[in-house]
């Protein structure tokens, strides 16, 4: 069980894997750098600009509590690097864990437990990558196609364009939820609780307190987190 850890921990590994990290944290600052130059030349004001930054930044605390505490399991299976490289590239949590325990099974044995040899390491690494590969490979080929798809269904009518994309975002997250909800008890209290909780901020909360609409979503995720512990713990 050492000898595989030891290689997936070295330094050699960790090296390798902080060049994958680096870039992405590139491409993000790029992308922050070539949204505020967009924001400039569509005469965006400068605090609208600071606002949607500060809005997802904390909309993002919530998704990223989850992110890590599946980084920690892992870890413990795969190594930190991989766990760290896997997870800052993709940041799909539950579907890193689930291709790393499909390689294990494929070679059969469980993922981090007795004959998880470093051979059997190898498979759940990629597993991972062929994972990976196989969503940038979609959504680089077919992603042109898809808009040129939505701007003919919508006949160019910007508010049909509008409600369209907010019932395939619905449809998209609901099934996403749904899933999550049939796992088990303290899924469904997230999930319920997180709503309820959204909807009570936005009607009741927000109108009295405005600034806190950019931060309702993370505390309606954070309550529904919340709940579920209580749940979990209370059962």
Not at 172 to 183: D, E, K, S
Not at 196 to 219: A, D, Q, R, T, W
Request: proline share 3%; charged share 10%; net charge positive.
């Amino acid at each position: 069980m050492k000898d595989y850890l030891e290689i997936a921990n070295s330094g050699t590994v960790w090296m390798l894997c902080a060049v994958t990290v680096a870039i992405a944290f590139l491409q993000a600052v790029l992308y922050m750098i070539m949204a505020k130059r967009t924001a400039i030349k569509a005469n965006i004001p400068n605090e609208v600009v600071s606002k949607s930054f500060r809005i997802g930044l904390i909309t993002a605390i919530g998704p990223a509590l989850g992110v890590f505490i599946v980084m920690v399991g892992l870890m413990t299976a795969i190594g930190g690097p991989m766990a760290w490289t896997r997870l800052s590239i993709i940041g799909a949590a539950p579907t890193e864990l689930t291709a790393a325990t499909y390689g294990a099974k494929a070679a059969g044995v469980e993922l981090g437990g007795e004959g998880y040899t470093m051979t059997v390491m190898a498979v759940s690494w990629f597993a991972m990558a062929l994972n990976g590969a196989g969503w940038l490979v979609v959504t680089g080929l077919f992603t042109p196609m898809l808009e040129n798809l939505r701007e003919k269904m919508s006949g160019g009518d910007p508010k049909w364009l509008i409600a369209l994309s907010g019932a395939c975002s619905l449809g998209i997250f609901g099934y996403l939820n749904h899933g999550n909800i049939m796992a088990g008890h303290g899924h469904a209290v997230a999930a319920i609780s997180g709503a309820l909780s959204m909807m009570f901020l936005v009607k009741c909360i927000v109108p009295k307190f405005p600034k806190l609409m950019e931060y309702s979503l993370g505390l309606a995720m954070l309550f529904g987190m919340f709940c579920a512990v209580i749940m979990e713990t209370l059962g």
